[in-house]
């Protein structure tokens, strides 16, 4: 098993270009999450999505959309991207949404926004 | 608003001591907190689970409590080791939510 996989692993944009974060997981896990991780602020949560076709926003979700068009993948879109959106995206996986399931990490995207 | 508070600078400890990291929260109720790891370049990994009516969590070195009167988790890692060496996060989880909201994270260095 290959767990979660993200790509790209890194990424550099210049301020108004677009692009899409993709996630993809193998563990058959319903929920899928989608985090970013800035120095001395810990991950804050973007967008997840308890189970297929279905997505919620998280703590910081401006400037972001997602998509979870299959039960395997999720993706996050940044429509304009923006120096603040400069950071290190980890996208996780569990098996259920509800209390008690434990999150299941990607490796990472770094994205800079020039 | 609600915070958690974790000691933003690095605990270092010799090998074979005991780690000890703290996890305070305010304003929250939290029904359960897990524990992560995460190595430099890498997503964090999930350690442990905790839940609100437990007082302590054991697995293998790892000791995780919980006092929901102080608001307060603790984190031990036993023998620790050098390989042990990684910032540690801790994430409450709200009773009617499932999100987890995580803290900033400590840093631990374990010296041989």
């Known amino acids: 098993n290959a767990g979660v996989t993200q790509t790209p692993k890194f990424q550099v944009l210049k301020t108004g270009q677009s692009m899409t974060l993709q996630c993809a997981q193998d563990m058959n896990h319903n929920s899928m999450y989608w985090y970013r991780q800035d120095p001395g602020m810990g991950l804050r949560l973007i967008y997840y999505s308890a189970s297929e076709g279905t997505t919620d926003k998280g703590e910081v979700p401006d400037g972001y959309n997602v998509s979870r068009l299959k039960k395997q993948n999720f993706l996050l879109g940044l429509e304009s991207a923006a120096p603040s959106q400069t950071s290190v995206y980890f996208c996780?996986?569990?098996?259920?949404?509800?209390?008690?399931?434990?999150?299941?990490f990607g490796p990472g995207t770094r994205l800079t926004v020039t | 608003s609600q915070k958690i508070e974790q000691n933003s600078e690095a605990l270092n400890i010799q090998e074979g001591k005991t780690a000890t990291l703290t996890c305070n929260y305010t304003n929250y109720s939290p029904a359960y907190l897990q524990w992560y790891r995460q190595d430099p370049g890498r997503g964090p990994v999930f350690l442990l689970l905790?839940?609100?009516?437990?007082k302590e969590k054991r697995k293998e070195r790892l000791k995780v409590t919980f006092d929901t009167t102080l608001k307060q988790s603790l984190f031990h890692i036993t023998a620790s080791q050098p390989a042990d060496s990684a910032t540690y996060l801790c994430?409450?989880?709200?009773?009617?939510?499932?999100?987890?909201?995580f803290g900033g994270g400590t840093r631990l260095m374990v010296k041989p």
């Open positions: 905790i839940r609100e009516n437990e």
């Open positions: 996780a996986s569990s098996y259920g949404s509800g209390v008690g399931y434990e999150q299941y």
């Open positions: 994430a409450p989880r709200l009773n009617a939510g499932n999100m987890l909201t």
